[in-house]
C-alpha cells in the first residue's frame, strides 16, 4: 500500500539559486494550507525543506536540483509532500548523514537530522548519480 493518492496538482520549482530558496518556501507554504496545516506544522516543513533546499545548493552537482510538492491523503488525513532531487554525487553514507554532527562542508551537520526531527516521514534515496530526499508532514 502506497503512502496516499497524490492531489492532481504538483507543483515544481526548480532550485539552482540562493532566491529559489524563497520559492521553495513558498510552494510548501501554500500546499501547506491548502492541506488544512496548522502554523506550526507548516513552520517545521518550511523549515525541513528550506534545510534541504540549502543542501542541494552546496553539495549537488552545480548546486542544482528540484522540488516537487503535492498534496498526500491517507487514512483520513491530509498532508503535504516534498520531494527534493538531486544530479549527484550522492551521500556514500546515509546513517552518518542523518547524525546529529557529521557534515562533509565543516558546518554543524544538523540538516538532515533536524528536518527529520521536524517532519513525520524522511526518506533517503542516494546513489553516484544523485540523492533524493522525501518528507511527509501530515495535518492532525
Ligand atoms: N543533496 C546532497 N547531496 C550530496 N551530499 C549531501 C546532500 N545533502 C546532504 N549531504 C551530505 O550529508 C551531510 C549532512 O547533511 P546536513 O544537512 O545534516 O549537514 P550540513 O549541510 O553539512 O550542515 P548544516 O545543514 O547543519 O549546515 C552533508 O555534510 C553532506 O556530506
Ligand atoms: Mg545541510
Redesign the pocket.
Known amino acids: 500500500m502506497t503512502a496516499g493518492l497524490a492531489h492532481p496538482a504538483v507543483r515544481t520549482v526548480e532550485i539552482a539559486t540562493e532566491a529559489d530558496l524563497i520559492r521553495v518556501r513558498q510552494a510548501l507554504r501554500a500546499a501547506s494550507e491548502q492541506a488544512g496545516l496548522g502554523l506550526v506544522d507548516s513552520t517545521k516543513l518550511i523549515t525541513a525543506g528550506s534545510?534541504?533546499t540549502?543542501?542541494?545548493l552546496?553539495?549537488?552537482t552545480g548546486g542544482r536540483?528540484t522540488l516537487s510538492v503535492e498534496q498526500v491523503r491517507a487514512l483520513g488525513r491530509n498532508g503535504v509532500r516534498g520531494t527534493?532531487t538531486?544530479s549527484?554525487?550522492?551521500?556514500p553514507d546515509v546513517d552518518a548523514?542523518?547524525t546529529d554532527g557529521?557534515?562533509?562542508?565543516g558546518?554543524?551537520?544538523?540538516?538532515?537530522?533536524?528536518?527529520r526531527r521536524l517532519v513525520d516521514e524522511l526518506t533517503v534515496a542516494?546513489s553516484p548519480s544523485g540523492?533524493t530526499?522525501t518528507v511527509v508532514k501530515w495535518g492532525r
Open positions: 534545510e534541504l540549502r543542501n542541494i552546496t553539495y549537488a536540483g527534493f538531486d549527484g554525487p550522492g551521500i548523514a542523518l557529521f557534515s562533509t562542508g558546518s554543524l551537520g544538523l540538516g538532515l537530522p533536524g528536518s542516494t540523492t530526499v
